[in-house]
């Protein structure tokens, strides 16, 4: 099993920064992908951005490029989440996952392990 908990999320105005921490425990495995999403009020979980775990290659959402920042400190076992810029519409429930794997995928469904959310809340 590997347990994820995410930190750092908060109240911000627009055009502010927030970091967001995403701390692994348990389970030790040799490739691993971390994903961030978030699910705006009222609407579905999308994909934010994600890391491998091995390569350090990211992906990110067209909404959030050059924004959001995602990277992972020497031990690899937490993942950052940095948003820059930041606007009304990033409002919303953050949550990081891990699969089992090389890939970054966009789609939430293909995740095994998930965090527990932090709310992040962006006034205009």
């Known amino acids: 099993q590997v347990q994820l908990a995410e930190s750092g999320g908060g109240m911000e105005q627009a055009g502010g920064s927030l970091r967001l921490s995403c701390a692994k425990s348990?389970?030790?495995?040799?490739?691993?992908?971390i994903g961030w999403f978030r699910r705006a009020p009222g609407k579905e979980r999308d994909f934010v951005g994600g890391i491998n775990w091995v390569s350090g290659r990211t992906l990110y959402a067209d909404s959030v490029k050059g924004r959001f920042t995602i990277s992972g400190n020497n031990a690899l076992e937490t993942v950052f989440l940095q948003m820059n810029n930041l606007k009304p519409e990033d409002t919303g429930v953050y949550y990081c996952?891990?699969?089992?794997?090389?890939?970054?995928?966009?789609?939430?469904?293909?995740?095994?392990?998930w965090g527990q959310g932090t709310q992040v809340t962006v006034s205009s």
């Open positions: 348990g389970r030790t495995v040799s490739g691993l992908s």
């Open positions: 996952a891990a699969l089992l794997g090389f890939a970054i995928e966009t789609r939430d469904y293909a995740y095994d392990y």
